[in-house]
């Protein structure tokens, strides 16, 4: 069984500050970690993944996350948020099976509110 | 390239009523499914098709809940008879094999359902 633990709820910061919304996961085998936002009124549009390799990730709108995998973390930056950056994130993992079934696990997701 | 398409977008239905979603994958993917994302939760699996063949619908309440994929494409999900607590927001994704062994899901807008 796998898990994924997202500890804050909510994350407001101003304008041009940077953030870091955490993520941790619990699995007894490999994963894949993804980071998906959603907009208001939106589905789910993914940020970032990790697959293998070089644990830092980068992904679209500016966006990063390192995978550690002493800490089981997988925690989502950025270096200066926008207004337009304001909506819920959420982490997830998958089983690392590949040609297999990958059941995805979301956290409960953290919205971030960026404050003019 | 035509994402994840639903509808409809909003539903508002009383207690005891019938409501059915529709869902129209990206072309070509093979693996759909519908997901129940209750209000400040993560999106939760309640039914994987690949192709036209329900291979995961562990968590779907039967009693109430049904869905088909009549020809491996199209889908629909339908509540007889809808209780409150099935007010929430019901996404459809879909996928392919990926890169790596990977399975990136992709989400539609979601039908936002409140059952009065």
């Known amino acids: 069984a796998q898990s994924v633990t997202q500890l804050d709820s909510q994350v407001p910061v101003f304008e041009e500050a940077p953030v870091e919304l955490r993520c941790n996961y619990s699995?007894?085998?490999?994963?894949?970690l993804f980071w998906y936002v959603q907009y208001p009124n939106q589905g789910l549009q993914l940020l970032l993944k990790?697959?293998?390799?070089?644990?830092l990730v980068k992904g679209i709108n500016g966006f990063e996350a390192e995978f550690n995998k002493s800490q089981t973390s997988f925690h989502l930056r950025k270096p200066s948020v926008h207004i337009s950056d304001t909506a819920e994130y959420f982490c997830?993992?998958?089983?690392?099976?590949?040609?297999?079934?990958?059941?995805?696990?979301f956290g409960t997701g953290t919205k971030l509110q960026v404050i003019p | 390239e035509a994402g994840v398409v639903q509808s409809p977008r909003y539903k508002i239905i009383e207690k005891k009523q019938p409501v059915a979603f529709w869902c129209n994958p990206i072309?070509?993917?093979?693996?759909l499914y519908w997901y129940r994302q209750n209000l400040g939760q993560g999106p939760e699996l309640l039914i994987r098709?690949?192709?036209?063949?329900?291979?995961?619908d562990s968590q779907l309440p039967k009693d109430r809940f049904s869905a088909e994929r009549l020809k491996g494409v199209d889908s629909t999900l339908k509540i007889q008879p809808a209780e409150l607590g099935d007010s929430a927001v019901y996404l459809c994704?879909?996928?392919?094999?990926?890169?790596?062994?990977?399975?990136?899901?992709?989400f539609g807008p979601g039908t936002r359902l409140t059952v009065l």
């Open positions: 098709y690949e192709n036209e063949e329900a291979v995961d």
């Open positions: 072309s070509g993917h093979n693996t």
């Open positions: 997830a993992v998958s089983d690392h099976s590949p040609g297999g079934y990958q059941k995805v696990t």
């Open positions: 990790y697959l293998s390799g070089s644990t």
């Open positions: 994704a879909s996928s392919q094999p990926g890169l790596a062994g990977a399975v990136v899901q992709f």
């Open positions: 699995s007894s085998v490999s994963v894949y």
